[in-house]
């Protein structure tokens, strides 16, 4: 084993910062929505704004990073190892096989993540970026001439929808972080930045 | 620039009307006034020194300065009881109209002439009706019912006017105040609280938790500092209410000089920090989260009044009464059964303003309730609020072969009056023949009916304010308002239900994959 460096100080600023973000957006959106009671409406619905400017904030920071940097790259799906990497976390992990797939700074995620986070980024991103601004600008329809064409209730409902698949994504997340061996091995390389891989032979 | 508005609003209001009340207290107002600023003390007319021996002397020698005062109050609503409304093409006012408390005045003008501005409803103690009644009669408006400051005044019942120093009262008047007003908006329909809901002798002397403008402690406003007048007229309407004010703050010579909205003051972004809140004022009447209870005072106000029980007699064939804990009566002879409350959360409706009555005389709908008045309002119209309502409702006599409601004669010393002879068929006679209604079929029976009061008074501070979630909740104040998305309230049931599983799916699969992991490594450490 030796550890590769992996993950830039921005990356893992940025990722943190996010993760702890998201987890304060859906608690409060999901209090918003009238799921449970936590904060109060009214202080959830302060916090959600102040929080969602500040994500705003990091993904225009991140977008940026990701094409100055060239790491957008690190998103364009492929099927090459995919199955391999489907059949390794279904049946390989339990029987102790190594990982069909080898990390490296220039090709960071395997596949199946690859496939994983680009839903994230042009699926759930958008739709949640999207909706929440217009939600946020409801007021403002008639002004910018959307009156017409929106209703709450749909930009309501697409923000919601957004909000499931970010739970959802948000839950495998988590746990495939521990899908590994030593089972913090992901977490450690997230903080430090290092991962180790199998040396090549 | 708000705060300026404010300002030049709050000088002009204090050289004005606002402080009146204040004026013989001694203390200061918010410049540091004290005492009275009116240019005239009448103690020092000769002309008011009396004796009078009633009130039309009285006023006679009233409009001998102010020559055009009666003509002013001749034209309002006030004397003619008469109102026109130009957008539905009804005739209101309470000459025309009929209400779920005691219904119309006519034929009741020994008790129901006491509210008039005038005086001669009852030459001799014998009330006449409105047919007969001289409106032209400039000595007969009433200014000592308004302008009275000694809280003396009073008609006497058998004459309108009559009190012991005339003279005293009318030296001392003044401009008007809570208690002059009170006198009859805060006892509408019989008794102290009974209508408005929103108006009871609690706004005599008010804190500043029931009412944030009227705080005797405090800003201390009159009726008429938001009520403006002008030549007697006075600003505001119970039939056609502005339920958005599209001005904003009144400034002298740009607006119409009218402040009974919060708008006229407050302007359009009242909450300074809150800018959600100052778009909610887009679609939210201030009262709805300002007035959050009504009858909030500690008295209570009517909510349902069933004449259909009266005329009942106790077993030695005599009218009796029941009253509730609080001393409030439950059931009378003479008029029925009531119900009261007291702190009830309003009823909420989009309201444009546009109200619709059910006259005496007109088809009565098929509906039940009826209702006595139909409030206009939707969510897509943007001119309509949300606006926080008493709803009154009871059981009222109606005529069920013509199909319309009855003027029934209640007060009176003569031979048919319902609350001295119990009798429903001869005190609809005669309060049918007062106006000249000669349709009854003969048969009566009692239908019921609701009607709207929108709630404007008993004004909340912030801290009373209702919160949120009041109606932000799954089962909060507007949960009756369909065909519009809120947040908090409203759910999409479907996706909720599939998001919720998708969570668990996600979830359930991570927590099998571990233990399966944890089962196979138990296994082959083995």
Redo the contacts between chains.
């Keep these: 084993m030796k550890k590769v460096f992996i993950y830039s100080s921005f990356e893992r600023f940025w990722h943190w910062t996010q993760a702890a973000l998201i987890v304060m957006l859906m608690l409060s959106g999901f209090e ?3 799921s449970y009671v936590l904060w ?3 202080k959830s ?1 302060q916090l959600h704004r102040h929080l969602a400017w500040g994500l705003i904030v990091l993904w225009a920071f991140a977008i940026f990073w990701h094409f100055t940097t060239g790491n957008w790259r690190q998103y364009i799906p492929t099927t090459q190892k995919l199955a391999e990497v489907a059949i390794y ?1 279904t049946k390989g ?4 096989l190594p990982h069909p797939y080898k990390l490296t700074k220039l090709r960071k995620h395997n596949p199946l993540q690859r496939l994983a986070y680009l839903f994230f980024k042009l699926i759930i991103s958008p739709a949640t970026w999207i909706s929440g601004l217009l939600y946020m600008y ?2 403002e329809w008639t002004a910018w001439g959307l009156a017409g064409y929106l ?3 749909w930009v ?2 697409i923000h ?2 957004a ?3 970010m ?2 994504f948000f ?2 997340h ?3 972080a ?2 590994c061996s030593p089972i913090t091995a992901h977490i450690r390389a997230m903080i430090t930045g290092y991962e180790e891989v199998e040396e090549d032979e | 620039m708000r705060t300026f508005f404010l300002l030049i609003v709050l000088a002009w209001m204090t050289t004005g009307t606002a402080f009146g009340a204040a004026d013989n207290s001694g203390s200061p107002d918010l410049f540091g006034r004290i005492g009275n600023t009116s240019s005239a003390d009448h103690h020092k007319l000769a002309i008011l020194q009396g004796p009078f021996k009633n009130g039309p002397q009285v006023t006679k020698v009233c409009l001998t300065c102010h020559t055009e005062s009666a003509k002013h109050v001749m034209a309002t609503k006030h004397w003619t009881w008469n109102f026109s409304n130009k957008v539905t093409g009804q005739n209101l006012g309470k000459l025309s109209v009929l209400n779920s408390f005691c219904g119309s005045p006519h034929s009741n003008w020994t008790v129901c002439s006491d509210c008039h501005v005038g005086y001669g409803w009852k030459p001799n103690g014998i009330p006449i009706d409105a047919r007969a009644y001289d409106f032209t009669n400039e000595s007969n408006v009433d200014c000592l019912v308004c302008h009275d400051t000694t809280g003396e005044y009073h008609k006497s019942p058998e004459d309108g006017g009559q009190v012991f120093d005339l003279a005293e009262v009318a030296m001392s008047v003044g401009r008007t105040s809570r208690k002059t007003c009170g006198k009859c908006h805060f006892f509408g329909g019989g008794g102290d609280g009974v209508k408005h809901g929103d108006m009871d002798s609690s706004l005599y002397s008010p804190n500043r938790s029931l009412d944030v403008h009227m705080h005797a402690g405090g800003l201390n406003f009159n009726c008429t500092t938001c009520h403006t007048t002008i030549g007697h007229q006075i600003a505001g309407s119970r039939y056609t209410p502005k339920a958005k004010d599209l001005h904003g703050i009144d400034v002298p010579g740009w607006t119409d000089a009218t402040r009974t909205s919060c708008e006229s003051c407050h302007g359009f972004t009242p909450h300074p920090k809150h800018p959600r809140l100052n778009n909610h004022a887009r679609r939210v009447a201030c009262q709805t989260c300002h007035i959050p209870f009504l009858a909030r005072g500690g008295k209570k106000t009517k909510i349902w009044w069933d004449w259909s029980t009266a005329t009942r007699l106790n077993s030695e064939g005599k009218p009796f009464s029941e009253k509730d804990a609080d001393g409030y009566e439950t059931y009378t002879s003479q008029k029925g059964t009531f119900r009261w409350a007291s702190q009830i959360v309003p009823e909420y409706f989009w309201f444009n303003g546009l109200i619709q009555y059910t006259l005496p005389g007109d088809p009565i709908a098929n509906e039940r309730p009826l209702k006595i008045n139909n409030i206009s309002g939707s969510y897509g119209d943007s001119g309509s609020r949300i606006w926080p309502f008493k709803v009154m409702q009871g059981k009222q006599a109606y005529d069920p072969v013509q199909h319309k409601l009855l003027i029934v004669h209640t007060a009176g010393d003569d031979d048919s009056a319902l609350w001295k002879h119990f009798n429903w068929d001869k005190a609809i006679k005669a309060g049918m023949a007062s106006v000249n209604d000669t349709s009854y079929s003969g048969k009566y029976d009692f239908v019921e009916t609701k009607m709207y009061w929108p709630a404007a008074h008993m004004v909340a501070p912030v801290a009373d304010a209702l919160k949120c979630t009041e109606c932000h909740s799954r089962n909060g104040r507007l949960a009756n308002l369909t065909g519009f998305y809120m947040p908090g309230r409203d759910r999409f049931p479907l996706m909720d239900t599939l998001g919720w599983i998708l969570v668990a799916i996600v979830s359930i699969g991570s927590l099998s994959h571990a233990a399966l992991r944890i089962y196979f490594d138990v296994k082959e450490r083995r």
Excluded: K, P, R, W
Aim: proline letters at 0%; aromatic letters at 24%; hydrophobic letters at 60%.
């Design positions: 918003i929505h009238g109060g409406f009214e619905v976390y992990i339990f029987e102790h409801f007021t209703s709450l209730f309501a409902g919601t929808a909000a499931f698949l739970m959802a839950c495998g988590v746990y495939m521990f899908v």
